[in-house]
Structures are given as C-alpha cells and as structure tokens.
C-alpha cells in the first residue's frame, strides 16, 4: 500500500467517522466542530487529487466561512451547555432506511458508471483566466451569483436569530 492510499484510507474513514458523529451529536457546538473536520478533510482529498484550487475554496469558503458562519448563529440563538433531546426509535429507523436507500443508490450508480482512463496529462491552467471569471460580471462570471449567495445567507442568519430570540407572548 502507497502512502497516498494511505492517506485516501485516514481522509475518508475521518469523513465517514465525523460525518456520522456530526449528525448523532447531542452539544450543538461539538457538531459544528465535527463538521469542520469533515470538510478539513474533503480539503485534503482535493489536494490529494492535485485540485488545489478546489482545495483552496473547500477551506476558505466551506471550512473557514460556513462554519464560522454556523458557530456564530449558535452562539447567537442557544447556550453553549444546551443537548439536543435523544433521538427516538422512530426517527432512527426511517434515517436509517433513507441512509441504507442512498448508499444503496450510489454504489448502484458508481457500478454501473464505466470509468475510462484519461490518457493526457493534466494541463496548466491559466490564472488570469480564472481570475476573470471569478471577478466578472459577464456571461461565465461568477461575482454576481456569489453575491446572491452572500446576502441570502446573510438573510437567513439574521431571521434565525429574530426567530430564537423572539419571546413567546402568553
């Protein structure tokens, strides 16, 4: 075994471990720490596969952004000591149906998908072309929807918060 498919093996048994602990956690800010590292280590899989600039966003967006993002609406709207209630047999067994059906799914199609070596190398790309799409405005820019996205999720946060600070009226 070669370090990379050793390093493919920690990456991917950490994604699959804290995606799992992300979900059952019952301290909202532990799951928001296990997601992190779930993303941590997506980052570290793009690197493996010489994507460093997809690599690059999954940490500064995802990694750094979102869960900044997450950690700040928690301790905005909730105590940091607050549990969520334990999971009921129902609510476990119709999740691990819905689990059992996408797994079942995905290898399905994974299967049946015929993967075909690529026999050229991989290509420099040009920066400056990236660049101008990410910055522009035009038909292949990518500025505008980012914005969109930007104050949606700013819309989102601050209605959460109006929503978990508002006091019932009796």
């Given at each position: 075994m070669?370090?990379h498919?050793?390093?493919?093996y920690?990456?991917?048994?950490?994604?699959?471990?804290?995606?799992?602990?992300?979900?059952?956690?019952?301290?909202?800010?532990r799951?928001a720490?296990?997601?992190?590292?779930?993303l941590?280590s997506?980052?570290?899989?793009?690197f493996?596969?010489?994507y460093?600039?997809l690599?690059?966003?999954q940490?500064?967006?995802?990694a750094?952004?979102?869960?900044?993002?997450i950690?700040?609406?928690?301790?905005?709207?909730?105590?940091?000591?607050?549990?969520?209630?334990?999971?009921?047999?129902?609510?476990?067994?119709f999740?691990?149906?819905?689990?059992a059906?996408?797994?079942?799914?995905?290898i399905?199609t994974?299967?049946?998908?015929?993967?075909?070596e690529?026999v050229?190398?991989?290509?420099?790309?040009?920066?400056q072309?990236i660049?101008?799409?990410?910055l522009?405005?035009?038909?292949?820019g990518?500025?505008?929807?980012?914005?969109?996205?930007?104050?949606?999720?700013l819309a989102a946060?601050?209605?959460s918060?109006?929503?978990?600070?508002?006091?019932?009226s009796?």
């Open positions: 070669s370090s498919e050793l390093m493919f920690i990456f991917s048994g950490m994604i699959l471990v804290f995606s799992v602990l992300t979900v059952t956690s019952q301290r909202i800010l799951a720490f296990y997601l992190l590292v779930v941590i997506t980052a570290g899989i793009y493996m596969l010489n460093q600039f690599a690059a966003v940490l500064t967006l995802y750094g952004g979102i869960v900044v993002l950690i700040f609406s928690i301790l905005l709207t909730s105590h940091i000591s607050q549990k969520f209630e334990p999971i009921g047999f129902k609510k476990w067994f999740s691990a149906i819905a689990v059906a996408g797994a079942i799914l995905t399905l994974v299967i049946k998908y015929g993967f075909n690529t050229t190398s991989a290509q420099n790309p040009d920066m072309v660049g101008r799409s990410l522009g405005y035009n038909k292949n990518y500025a505008l929807p980012f914005e969109v996205i930007s104050v949606l999720l946060m601050f209605a918060i109006v929503i978990a600070k508002k006091e019932k009796e």
